[in-house]
Structure formats: C-alpha cells, structure tokens
C-alpha cells in the first residue's frame, strides 16, 4: 500500500507556483478574500490560504465585512471587486449568516474571477470542457494528486460516493473529459443508491465524499483499488487533548491493508485545495492578462 501524500504533493505545486509568479513583471496576481463573522473553520481556512498566497508571491486582500451586512450590500461589495482590474480572483468563505443564500452570493461572483469554482457558468465550462473554465478545487486537487501519483483513469471505473455540488458532480466531470488523465467510466453513488456496497466495490478508484464518518469500510472496497477520501470528521476521542480525532469517510485501518493507493485525513486531499485555489488565481490573472 503507497500512502498519497497530500502534504508534499501540494507543496511541489507551491513551489512550482512560486517560480511561475516570481517571473512575472509588474503587477502580481491577487485574490481577495471575503470572511464574514468568526466561525473558527473559516478563520483558520481564510488564514491557510493568506500563507499560501504569501509564499507563492501573490497578493491577498483580506476583506472582513461586519456579520450584520446584507445580502444586498454584500452583492454590492463583489459587484465592486469584480470591477477591479487589480483583482484577479474573489473567494466568498463559506458558511455564510443564515439570512445570506451561498448560491445566490457564489452566482454574484465574476466566472472570470471565481477561482473556487462554484459559479453555475464554470460548472457548465467543466461539463463541455471549456479550458479557461475553473473547476472547484478539492475535485480539481484530487485530478491533481492522481495525476502526480500515477494513477492514469483511462479506461478505469471511477466510483463517487457522494453528489455534492462541491466535490462529487465536478469530481466525476473532471474523469470524464476526453483528455490524459481523465477518460474513466464513472458511476456516481449517494444515499438513494440502493446495495451501495456492491456497487462500490467495483471501484478501480474510489472517491468517498459522503460527509460520513469511517462510513467506507473493508468489505466495500476491491483489493488494489486506489482511494482518495475527501472527508473530514471529528468523532469524539477523550485521550486526545482537544476531546476529538480527525477521520475521513473511510476507516482508513481496514481499508489501507486492502488499497494499492489511498489518502490519508488529515493530510491527504485537504492541503491540495488551498493550493488549487492558489493556481487557479494564477489561471485567472493569466486569462485576464491575456485580454
């Protein structure tokens, strides 16, 4: 069994940024950043991609409007930023406050700057494979780890457990391209899949996104199959001084013995999305540059 190391991989791709932004003349690429409130998660993650942004060289614009704005002032503040020929790429960190709609605000965001990927017209560049679209990027990290790791999915059965708009329908658009790298025949699996085990075990190569605890178990894998676990789970653990372990969507002891590749949580999928994110502001900044 080979562990993909997530943390290396994503630090591979940093410095290669690095180069990449290092060569440009003059104005550098820049991504504005949008935290609202004090959820300890986006504060960290907003914190993370600051780092990163710092290290490869680009400028971040930190934008921290009061928990009160609305929705209205909100769309004002990207409609601003989108405006902004110095801003490359916009990310709004979700969650956002109850009275704001996410899809509404992730909508509101340019396609040419939304560098996470949820804007409803990158999502149709994915599916017709339209190269100046964005994929979101824990898919497009995943596409990123198998590629750095040798895993070529021409040909291969990629399974999906999960459907999510963040992770599962973009993960299987991005196998599915007629490109190297991709060409897999994918099936996705959620929770109205009925004899979820069998079909699971069918998997060449395995992406559990199910938002489940340890939900992927030995029996449901197929030895040497390669598996990449998106989740990220805190189940209650008292020898641990925070009172919580960190686990994926696959129980990882059973499941290990069994792969020919797996990711492991933490460590695994998580740093390659901030460092997709960087690379598509680099993208952004590329394609509006080019104009």
Sequence with gaps: MELIDGNQIAAALIAELKTEVNAISGRKPCIALIRIGDDPASLSYVTKKEKSAAEIGLTSRIILPPVTISQPEL??????????????????????????????????????????????????????EDETGFAACTPAGIMELLARSKVDLKG???????????????????????????NATVTICHSGTSNLPAMVRQADVLVAAIGRPEFITADMVKPGAVVIDVGI????????????????????PSVSALASKITPVPGGVGPMTVAMLMKNTVKAFRLQTAH
């Design 75 to 128: 769309f004002a503040l990207i409609d601003q930023l989108n405006a902004d020929p110095t801003v490359d790429g916009i990310l709004v960190q979700s969650p956002l406050p109850k009275h704001i709609n996410e899809v509404a605000v992730f909508g509101r965001v340019s396609a040419a700057k939304d560098v996470d990927g949820f804007n409803t017209l990158n999502l149709g560049k994915i599916a017709q």
């Design 156 to 182: 291969k059965h990629v399974v999906v457990v999960g459907r999510s708009l963040i992770v599962g329908k973009p993960i299987a658009l991005l196998a599915l391209q007629k490109k190297a790298g991709a």
């Design 233 to 252: 789970n805190r189940v209650p653990d008292a020898t641990k001084k925070s009172g919580f372990r960190l686990v994926g969507d696959v129980h990882f």
